[in-house]
Every structure is written in structure tokens, then in C-alpha cells.
């Protein structure tokens, strides 16, 4: 079955997707329409479905997923969906939401468990607590929380996926560095972006709609410290482990005009600043080389100050 | 009595002084002595104690107000006071405080008081209560802390003198300006530096010696945002008010580089930050100018961009 | 009778507006025709007038007042007002102009002689009629100049009423600041936008076409140093006092990006700056809040670096 | 004759100096003595006159030109002249001012003829009133002022040397841009600069003692700007000319903080930066260079963002 | 024969153009035509050819020279150049390609010439031998290629003639400055640019379609210096001398963000920066007030910080 | 035997150390004397040499090694080496060069040969030929140059520890990220700082004295491409390789104003930059913090903007 990539004028499409944007318009005829954009993990499309009836506008919302029978058709140079049939999911369709949204490329139950066994070989008992709390806390969502809104990791499960490959880095660095403590930087890689969970709001799917109240008003750092504060306390953490990671949630952002007010006096503070740079710019690197050819450049790249890539023909 | 501003050479002086700095030397015939820095809230003169025996070394400690006899002499251009007789204070001599350091010019109780009496006004109880809290914890520091270790207001119960000059600021705003809440207005203000009381560490006299390893490691916006949280949930406190007061504590340093990761979202926090800038700008005014006379330019102000202020003859 | 604001489809409309903006335009079968933008005080709406004879182009211009007649509709999912009977205002029409354009609160009248009245209570005779002279010379234009093109108060007499809201917060500062000179800091609240009279050119509805010549090559800070200059010598004013209000104008926007090469030098210019920042801020910050709801953020907000303001729900 | 860069241990000297420092102290064994600094054109040295007698005392200040014998020693490794007689220079002297102060290589007189009748043959009759206007009223003091208190041009007559130079590249840069206006690029350079007569305070020898008031609280553009207004009403001078040079001299430092608020609107003002950043960067860069022999670097300059210049062995 | 910027509805055309954009498209009634941008030196026009063959397709480009035959016509407001008759140029036509894109006002050849005679007077024969080298080895290229893709002399043979200005420049400079050398400082003017002509790819028009492979990883300033490095060893260039040049490329954009990661350490270095700013600066000030009448401010001119520049009345 | 940080007053010292500064100085009693500083690996401390002979002054010399005898004395409360014995070190001294300067943990000449075996598994001919080439062809200066003069790992073999620590972490960030070429990676790390051979002058105990001509004409970013672009040349290496390495050269220190003018267009110059950042800043903070004890801040690092750091207590 196609994806939305690769659709072309004149095909029959019976599919699931997602409504990514929706709007009731009227004809020139005085009819009411449709006007939606649908999405799949590869892309999205503007479609129409004509002749809507009255029950059937407070049925479709942005965000439902939908099945559509429909041809592919060209509008002012563009592709576009007309919709023959629509209807709502129900359970009995068993859809697959990979196929829907763009996810991280591991099952978010196999990460989670990779990282919780990591935190399982802590010998800091207070630290291991800390950090044990949190992901048991937050278990369920992450399971589909994105690491953004719209940047680097801004996928199905990508703030599993961005905690789990950050901890593969530090491994490799506690093992060149040996006055690093592991414990420490691993805690501060597993919390560092931690309330970005309650800092957007993001359904299921890993799509994330808006910011929260205190999202805005205080942001995951801000956030981020009260929840290891209180924690802490709860759990009898040592004062000092408490304070250090809190220090490294604060001021992993490096930079005050990118949000931390102080800059890391710890090394593991230090260290998870590069790991968190690194790790976002190989995921913004990747996704942009993946659209050009060998030998080829890519666009200006916005997250990268509008670099255009080159895609190397060399190999080894 | 004279103030060390007047000393002159010959002056026989007798009378109590703050040790600011000590050391313990070694003359050319071998003999210890002490070279200090002696001061009162005028200003602070080197001096010597010849001759120290074993038993004082541990009695004289910077910080320790000490009462001493001696002369004011001349050693290469400059007065030094040599001392002949030197003993600790004790009980007995019922020293005046705000004689031996700069103070602020209002009573700290009388202060404190006009303070805690606007907030009986409050018409909200959830921000009464919460502020009422904070000032009443924090009352004993209140009356000598600092708002500044080297900065504006660093005198004596300055803290409280920077908020009660607000607070009377604040008055005057909320008239032009009707749309602004006083009751978030005034509880930003009183608590919008109040963890300077532990973020720094200052002894009775208003003097800091050095920052708290939270201090360092968060600072006092940080710090305060967690304890206005822990003490909204303690009291009951309605959520969107706790969020907003942490929220101007954040942002009243308005600018990322000078600490604040948010601007304000809220009239209330955009006026706190400006008329915390207006206190503490006519605080370092006054005192660069209270040096010069009229017609005259002061030297570059460190604090002020190292402008050369500029004290006018005008007169109404 | 309804405003812009409120108008639905459908609505017969017979009312004043001002042509904010008017195309002579060639339909498809060769008839020419008005495509206009009507605007009145609380907002602006396209509109059509079909058919033109050749007698009515020359008649209608941008910013001439008009009352016509037409029924709201609806074209591309947008409201249109098609006109069928359109004249320009006459002066038995009287057509009163804070229908037509956002206006100052206060009447303009009331706002000059309350900003006056202060002047007369000035102590030094110099800066009274140094300011006086102004005031009068101004007088005319006063009653409807706005204090800027599109920022803060760009409204119908902007510029007295942001002078008169500055005088009354500086009325409040001068009791709380004993050593400021009021004399001084009113004469700078008074004189340091006064040129924008000169520097932009505005009808009497308040609105601003463009900037003059002197206005693009020197701005209306070295304007206002001249004229001051010019004046004070014409009036036998204090050297010192002229010189030092001259500065206060040069250094009321503070940081070079913006203006001013001298920073201030007296506290009377230190003051100025941060009551002008209030009076533009809270200005700002009323207007983008007065479109949403309590509870609700408004989207972010060109002139306060985009930031999105929350309107709390907060009830004393 | 021997400058004082040539001054070696054991010579005997009679000469005249400045005294660029004076203090009065006392020695060990309770005599006055004269700690001063003397200067020649190439450099200065610390000087000593012992055994100081009551009248001497008001006798010599700073500033005043001096005739000394003595013999030049060592005192901790560094040169010291060992004053045995001195005496103030009298009128019989007749001494050159050359010999005593750096001074522009050029006869000011010279110079300023050379100038002057490069405005005689301006076109245009406004512009060339007007410059000549301000050549004449500031004739006397252009002579020895220099165009800087410590920077480029800092020299006797260095005003008159830099605006020299710059006319004479600018005589350049009119052949190759023919749309330049010569009348109005020569008016920007002779008066961009002019009103540092009035902002500096310099004695005759072109040693700038402090900035005025007006130098301080509006800086040499302001100034400039506010004598071209006034001269160019008094002699009936066309408004845009006018306009024109007030914003040449307005923009010429091109950058806000570097003191200009607005940038060049017309090529001439352009021009006009360039020239005058090409004149300043040749005295520096020269200045530095003369310092090294070739083949070698300089330390870093100060003024040049401490770079380390480097003079070429390179030989055409 | 009229140029595109004279055009009017109802003209008759018949000429040669430059195919600057070409889309097939397909119309309502589903027959293909070109929508295509034709220019000339004056400008550039939408063009429509309707009723396609499918031979014609492939035969034209962006890029191409073709003659057209057709009337103006006007569509939605805007001027559309109707073609009923196409064909590609062909060498009989003998077509002047000055008329057809803007070109530098001095013919290549000569430019070319003045710049070589200039160079047969230098005195230091390494210097000579190896600037004719770069002028000899680009000859062709020169004659064609424009300084810039899009700023300033991005025009045929636009770098020719930025080189030539800069040298007279250069030349009125180094009568002002006797320490500068000229030999250096014009190898730096003739070869601080060259490698442009490898870092854009450019056709013969002189229009740049894109940036080369080392243009996008390297730039021009790294290329130069590693072109002048090999050169200069193979013409047994003497090695400070050959240094000297390659540090004057790297430094002549001065700032580091605008590419030279040093500052000019030698005073040609210094020049040759100055020299590169005014030139481009006439040449983008001379084309934004070409489109204005005298007493007008053109629009904010984007290569000059969007300055809205002025064009005097001033006539001497 | 003692170093020199474990001298105590009254010590008898026979030693080896550096000359670090000499001076020639004459006593009051008019002997000449030598001012020295000596040093060994973990410190400096200044020292004297009475009654210098003459045939002495030539003999020693600022980096020599020298044997000396001497008694540790207090002068002015800092201890001072009297030296009654020096002569030269000798071969048949055999003296550690290791306990003489501080140096790389691990002996040179290991850690070459464990980068060379790494090159050996490149699969990539071009790539580990010119990698092969550079570290054969400098192979005797790396057992000694640090990579810096006053910044991290200025120690002896500081370069070659530098290049090994990041190959490590290198190795650890290829297995999390596979699109990453790793020779390509490999051979950026090995060439990135390569010519800090070149651009620095060190003796063979790894002390620079200061930076060679083209090193301040260039930097070694600009050697180091012109010297890849040589040796590929040379070596027949495929061109986009060279042209690769390169640009990671080029862009590894990122941001233009620390040398990079072009930021890195491939994911291995991005993993270059933060790799040289991660092990740069572990250099400098292992440093910072080894002089502390647990639980203790560091004062103000200068190179890691004067953060205070802190070493935490805290222990897994």
C-alpha cells in the first residue's frame, strides 16, 4: 500500500490517516465542504470531501484518525485527495500508528527498558532512586512524548529515543574521562529534559498541540528543578546529589540566551551539554541528508543557522 | 567623637572599630605584629599592633569589632593608625552598630513594620497569606541582611530598605495605571529578592562574607521560585497565583544574560523588573554623587557603565 | 449603529468611515471600479464601489472621510462592503472624529491645560518658561499629534496623553526620591518627544503618512536638542539648565542601538528613560491584552520581542 | 643637543622640559622634595629637585615649560634625572614648541593656508561661506589643537594635519566617483571633527588637560551640529545644505556606539566615515610600526584591537 | 528599439531576450504553454507562448538567447508580454549581449589593458611576475565575470571593473600615505577577489547560477590563498612576500563573521579592506539612487542595512 | 627529593631545574646578581645568585637546565632558592626531562604508535596515506609540542595526548552514530591541529617562546589546509577527500570569531568541533580542579569564563 510520498495523479487510495488540519468551507454553490489536510508517516495532503452532511461536522476533529476511499487528482498543479468515503477509526481496525506518524526507529518499551537496566547498575543508591522515581513516574508517557514541538527529536517517542542515545555517548566518555562519575551524568542525561512532559502537550501520537500554562510562564528547567526539589526530599536524596542535579538540569541549555542561568560548574554538567548538543545535531544532520543524493548539498537548514549540508560520495 | 573619614595626623584616638582584614606579619627584627584594616561606617585605615603576643594570635578575627587606643600617624603618604592598646568588645560597651557600619536610614523594625502593614491591606488572601509567610520566617535576617554583597543597597538591613522603596514606588504606579493588580505588584516586590537571605551568607552587620553552594550553584531567582512553591503548597495557595508570583521572581532580571530565562508574560512582572531598576539606579546615583559637589563630574561609576555622572548647581 | 467590528453578513450599513486606502481597478468586463479599505475607530473593512463614472476618480483620496451606504458580504470567506451609494463628508454632517480613529482616552483639551497647570507650579522661572514656550508654540498640533507611526500610542493625541500619564507617574517618583529635581524631570517627561511634531507628518485624525526630511536625517532627539537650544537663548535661559535638558532629550532612549549616544548623566535623565519604558510598556501591554480572554495568551507580540502575555484570572 | 629618549647614565643636562607631573613629598629625613615627571617631544623621565625651598613651592605646576641642569642616574634600574637647578622659561628663551611636544609634521599656518584655499574654489557659494566661516572663527585654535585627548592625532595641531590628510584623499576619491558632490564631501571633512575645539580642553601645546561640560553631557556631534544650524541661519545658507552637512557630521561615526545614531544617507556621508577611518588607521598603524625595526611585530596596539602589527622586510 | 523597463500595453514587440525562468504549464483546456520570465539589461517581464508543440520542450532553457515576436499586454494589473512567434538565436544574428544584461561601462578589453599596464611599473619584480601570472592565467574569465551573484557588481564583468576602480583608489591613497607600498597594496586590490572566479559558477552573461563544491566548503578568500601559494612556489616568488599577499586575501573582509578569521597585521592590509568597502559602497549607493528623482529617499536599499537613502537637490 | 611546591623555608636543596626568566641585576653595593625564576614540573620559585662572575652572564640563559645548590630563605614572607652552587646540566647527568616540565600521563612514543595502529585499520587508501603521511613526517616533533602556549594541554606532548583522547572518543561516538564515516572522522582529528607545529615555537621540553611569522599572518587553520592541499596533491589523493579534510579543518573551531569562517557542512566536522570542545574542556577542568578539595569551589576560571567550579563530595 502507497504512502503519501509517493501517490500519484490518477490512483485509487483506501488508507488510514490522520487529520492534520480541518476546515468547513462553503461552495460557490452554497455547499459545505471539507477542506482538510491528511497525514502519514511520510507527508501530508491537501483533500476534499464535498457535500458534507450537517451530523457529520462535529464528527471530524484535527487529530482523528480516519479511513478514506478516495482518487488522487491535480488542482492548480498541486495533488490533491478527493474523497469518495470517510469514517472514523474504531478498534476493530487495528492500525498500525508507526505507519501514521514518524517514530523512533526503536519499540519505546525495548528503550525504556534498556535505559531503566542501565540505572539498575548505579551504585549511588540515592541517585538511583532519584532517577527510578521519575521514569516509573513517567512511564506511560513516555512511551509517545516527542523531545519538541517542531526541532530535533520532534518524533513519536523521541524523548525515549534522545535519553537512550545520549546514555551510549556518555558510556563511551566516562571510559576516556575516569574522573567523571557515571551515576551523575547518567542521572543528568535521564532528567535534563524530563518536564518537557508537562511542558507541551502532546496527544498519543506524539504530536504536540500547544505549550502548558506553566510551560509558559516557567519552562522544563525551571520545571524540571522543582520536580528533582521536591522528589528528593520525598526520597531522603542526600542534599548535595539533589542540588548537582538540579545545577545540571539548569544549566545544561549552556548558554543564558538559550535559557540557563548559569553556566555548568561540575564537569558532568559540562559533558552533558556537548552530549545533548551532539545528539540533536546528529538527528538534524541525518534528517537532513536523508532528502539529497551523494555529492549533493542540501537546502539552507533552519535549526543549523540555514547551513546548506553536503552529502559526501566518499566511501571507505 | 571623630569618624575615620576625619582622622588626622597627630589624632589621639580611642574608640571601637570592625576588623575588615587581618594578617599576622614577621618584621625585619623578627618580631610579630599586626597590620589590619581597621573601619567604621565612614571608611577604613590600615593599621599596626606591634609586639603581638602568642596568646592574641587566635583572640583577632576579621569580622570582630575591637576597641583600641592609638595615634594616627604618616608612613609614605599615607595614615595609618598605630595602636597601643587594643581589647575586644564585650557586653559592657553597648556599641552602637550603625556607627561602625553603613545602615540604612530607617529603623529595620519601623521598616519592617510599614511593610507587613500594606500587606494587611492585601485583598486576596491567597497572596497575604503567602507573603505574610515569607515575612515572618525571614524576619530576624530581615533586619540586618543586605541586598547586595558589593552592589546597590549592600548596607545594613539594605534588603528591606530596597523593598520598602518599591513598595512606596509601586503606590505611586498603580494610580496611572489601573489595569495593574497591586496585590501581584506588591508580592513581587517584597519577594522578588528575598533569597538573597540565603543565596549569600552576611553576618549581623550587614556584611557578606561569601555565597551559599546553592547560591552558586542556582542562585537566588531559582532558590526563590522553590521556596514560593513549597510555601503556596504548604498554605493552600491557588496554583495560577504561586505560578505567577514564581513567574516574576524569574523574570525580574528581564534580560537572559543578566539571569532571568523568561521576560515577563505580565504587566505586574514588567513593572517589577523596571522599578527594581529604578531603586537600585538612584541608589548608585545618590551615593556616586553624595561625593562630589555641585558643578562638578563624578569619577567613571563601575556600576553605571562607568559613566561620569554629573552633580547640577540648579536649583528650583 | 454598529461599528466595524460588529458587522455580519448581510447588515445594512449607513454610516461614516475614512478611506484608508483606495485602488481604481479594471473588472474583467472592462468597467472600472473602486477597491478600497474603509476603516473607522475600531477597525477596517475592503470594500467595492462598481461602475465609477469618470468624475468621481479624482474626488476620493486616501484619508478623506466618507459616508456611504451598502450591505455587508461575504467573498472568499472574508466580509466585503459593497457599496451602492457613496459621498464625501460635508460640514453639516458633524461627524464627530473619535468615532473615525482610535483616540486618547481624555479629551485633548483637558489633557493640555491639566500638563499645564503643572508647569505653573514649576519653581525655577527659566525651566517654567522654557517649557511654557513650547507647550504654547505647540499647542495646536498637540491636540491630535500621535506619539509615534504604528508603536506606542499611535493613536489620535498620543503624544499628549503618553506626556500627561509620565507627568503623573513622575508626580509619584519625586516623593519617593527626595534629591531628584521635579522642575528638571518634568521639563524632560514634557520636551523629550516634542519634536516628533517636526519629525513625522500627520493629518488631524492622528494618522502619520511619513517622516519629514530633517526627520530621516537627524530624528527627533537632535531636533528637540536645537530647538531647546534656539529657545533658551531666545529666552535668556540658564546655561546650565539649558545644556542639561538638552542631555536629558539625547539620552532618554538610553542604549545606542536605539538612539541616544550619551547614556544619563544626572538622575533627573535616569529617571526619564525608565518612566518613558513604563508609559510605552503598559501602553503595549493593555492593548495586545484587551483582545483575549482571562486565562488565555495572547500570540506573540511584535513589539515586546514576540512574547506571548498572559491575562491572569487573578481577582483580588 | 640630546632628546630624552637619547638620555644616558652619567650625562650631564641642560635643557628645557614640561613638567608633565609634579608631586610635593617629604623625605626620610623630613625634607620637601619635587617628584616630577618631564617631557620633550620624544618621550619623558622621572626627575627629582631636592632640598625644595617655601617660595619654590607655588612656583612650578603642571604644565609649565621649565629650563634644568642635572645629571641623569640610575635608581632601581630605571633612568632618573637629577635636577641641581631649575628655573621657569622666560620670553628671552625663546624656545620652539617643537622641540617640546610631538607636533604635526607641518607648519600649522601652512596647513591651514593650504585648506583655505581649497574652499576658495568651491562652487557652490552656501557651502563654501559656511566652511569658511568656521575656518575663520576657530583659526587661533586650530593652530595647536589636536584631534584627540590619547588617540590618533593626538599632536599639536593634529586637528589641522588630520583634516588635511583627509581632504587630500577625498581630493582622490572625487576622480574616481564622479557623482560624488567635492563641495559637500570637503564641507563634511573639515567640520566633521571641528567642535572637538569646543568638547576637549587643550593648552597651547596641544595637551588636553579635560572635556568641557557640554563635551560631556552632548559630545562633539551634537555640538557640531548645533553651531553648523546656528551659522549656516546667520548667513542665510540653503536649508538642505544645511540639513545635509548637520547629518555628515551627525553620521560620520557610522556605528550607534560609536556615537552616531544615524547612518549616512548620502555617499558623501559614506564617503566621509571611510576617509576619516582611513586617515585615523594610517596615523596608529604608522605610529606602532615606528617603534620596531622590519622584520618584526609590534606588541599589541591597543587602539588597533591589540593586534600585533608586523613591519615588511619587503623592499620594491 | 525600446528595452523591456519602456514597454507599454499595445506595443508591437520584436526582439531578443534572455530566458531568466521557464515553467511548462497546462492550461484549463488542457493545452501546454511556457510561462516564462524574459529579460533584458533594462529589466525582466512574464511572457506567456501558448499551443506548445512537443518539439519545442526541450529546445528551450533557462539561460537561453531566444528572438520573440509578440504585443503587451495587460493581465490582473500587470504588463504580460503575448508571444506569437519564437526562436532561439542563432550566430547570423550577431546579437550585442551588453543590450541583453547589464555589463560594466568600460569595455573588458580595456579594462583588462589598464589593469596590465599598471602592473608592467611595478618595481619588485616578484610581485609583478606574480600578478600577471593570476591576470594572464583568468584572462578569459575576467572578460566576463560578474564580483558577486546577487550584491554589489554582480554585473558582466563586474569584478574586472571592481579591481579597476580600486586601483585608481589606490593610487589617489598611496600619494597621501608615503610608508604604504604600492606594489603590495595593488597585488592585494588585483588578487583579493580572484577566486571568485572559482567559487561561483558563472556563464558567459555573467550571471552565477550557483556556488562551486570548494566555494561552498572553503570560499573564496581560502581558495586564493592556496592559489597564491602555488603559484607563488612555482614562480620562485620570495616567501614573506608570497605570506604578505595571502594574509592581505584572508583579512580584507576584516570581520570575522564576514569571513577573514584575521585582522590585517600590515597598513596595505589595512587599506585594501577600506578600499573593497568604498568601492562596493559607491557602486550600491550609485544603483539605489539611480531609481530616484533628486529630493527623494529611495526605499530601505537591503545591502545597506535597509537605509532609506537620500538624493540631494544639492547642485553646485 | 622535594619538588619544588613541597619546599619549605630552611631546606638544603641539590637539584635540577629550568631557567624559566633571568635577569642581570646590580646589588646597592654595586655586584651584579642574578634575578632568576627556575622551575620543575609542579611549580616555579624565585631565586638568587650573588657575585656573578663575568665569564658567567653569557653561560646562562633563559631554558637551560641547570644543577643547583642552595638553601630555601623567606623574603618578604615568599620563599626564595639562595643558590651558593649552578652549573649547566651535563649528559652525563641523565636527568628526567619529566620531572622538569609537566607532561602528557602517557609516555610519546606509546601514544604514537596507538594512533599510527588505529590508522593502519583505515579502509579508506587516500584518507590513511595522508593521515600516515602527516604523522610521519612530523613524527619527531610530536614526542615534544604541546597544543598550546598557555591553554589546555599545554604540556609536553600535550598535541599528541590531545589527538589520542579524542580518537577515543571518537571511537565511542561512531557506534552510536553509523552514518558517520569514521575515517573521515579519524583523519579530522588526527590533521585538525596539526600545524601547531608550525604556527608555534616550542623547545623539546614542550615551552613555547612565541608564534612563528606565517603563524600570525595565517593561523595554523590556513596552514594546515595549504599543507593537506600539498601533500594530497603529492599523494594522488582523491579530490573531495582533500577537499573533506579540508573543511574540517576549516570549520573545527565553528564560530567565526574563534578563526572559523566557514561553520561544518558534514556531521564529522560537527562531531569534530564538540569532540575538541569535550576534551578540552575535561583538560581544563581536571586542572581547575585538582588544586581543591572535595566539597570546595575553585576560584574564578579565567579560560572557562571565570566560573568558580565545583568538586563535589559526593562519592557512588
Redesign the interface.
Known amino acids: 500500500m502507497k504512502n503519501i510520498i509517493e501517490f500519484e495523479v490518477g490512483d485509487d487510495i483506501q488508507s488510514f490517516f490522520i487529520i492534520k488540519d480541518l476546515n468547513l468551507?462553503?461552495s460557490s454553490n452554497n455547499k459545505k465542504y471539507f477542506d482538510m489536510t491528511l497525514s502519514d508517516k511520510t507527508g501530508q495532503m491537501n483533500s476534499k470531501v464535498w457535500d458534507i452532511k450537517d451530523e457529520m461536522i462535529d464528527l471530524y476533529k484535527t487529530g482523528a484518525i480516519v479511513k478514506v476511499k478516495g482518487v488522487v487528482t491535480l488542482w492548480q498543479?498541486n495533488k490533491q485527495l478527493k474523497i469518495s468515503k470517510i469514517r472514523l477509526k474504531n478498534d476493530a481496525d487495528n492500525v498500525d500508528i508507526n505507519e501514521l506518524v514518524p517514530s523512533a526507529p526503536i519499540e519505546p518499551s525495548l528503550m525504556y527498558k534498556e535505559i531503566f537496566e542501565l540505572t539498575d547498575l548505579?551504585?549511588?543508591n540515592d541517585?538511583k532512586k532519584l532517577v527510578q522515581y521519575f521514569l516509573t513516574e513517567n512511564k506511560e508517557k513516555l512511551m509517545y512524548y516527542p523531545a519538541a514541538k517542531s526541532n530535533h527529536h520532534s518524533i513519536r517517542a523521541g524523548l525515549l529515543y534522545h535519553i537512550l542515545?545520549m546514555l551510549?555517548?556518555g558510556?563511551?566518555?566516562v571510559?576516556?574521562?575516569p574522573?567523571?562519575?557515571?551515576?551523575?551524568l547518567y542521572a543528568g542525561i535521564i532528567l535534563h529534559d524530563m518536564e518537557k512532559i508537562n511542558e507541551m502537550i502532546s496527544d498519543e501520537m506524539g504530536i504536540v498541540s500547544s505549550y502548558s500554562?506553566?510551560g509558559?510562564?516557567?519552562?522544563h528547567?525551571?520545571m524540571g528543578?522543582?520536580k528533582v526539589?521536591e522528589a528528593a526530599k520525598k526520597l531522603n536524596v542526600d542534599e548535595?546529589?539533589s542540588?548537582?542535579i538540579?545545577?545540571m538540569i539548569?544549566s545544561h541549555h549552556y548558554?543564558?540566551?538559550?535559557?540557563?542561568?548559569?553556566?555548568?560548574?561540575?564537569?558532568e554538567g559540562?559533558?552533558l551539554h556537548?552530549i545533548d548538543?551532539?545528539d540533536a545535531?546528529?538527528y538534524d544532520?541525518?534528517k537532513a541528508?536523508s532528502s539529497v543524493d551523494t555529492g549533493e548539498?542540501t537546502d539552507g537548514v533552519y535549526v543549523?543557522?540555514r547551513?546548506?549540508?553536503?552529502k559526501?560520495?566518499?566511501?571507505?
Chains 1, 2, 3, 4, 5, 6 share one sequence.
Open positions: 468551507k462553503t498543479n548505579m551504585e549511588n541517585v542515545r551510549k555517548v558510556k563511551g566518555l571510559k576516556v574521562y574522573n567523571i562519575d557515571s551515576d551523575l500554562f506553566n509558559q510562564l516557567l519552562g528547567l525551571i528543578i522543582k526539589d548535595e546529589i542540588s548537582l538540579q545545577h539548569l548558554e543564558p540566551e538559550f535559557g540557563s542561568p548559569k553556566k555548568p560548574l561540575i564537569p559540562e559533558l556537548y548538543m551532539i545535531r546528529m544532520m541525518d541528508l548539498f543549523l543557522d547551513r546548506r549540508l553536503y559526501s560520495k566518499f566511501n571507505k
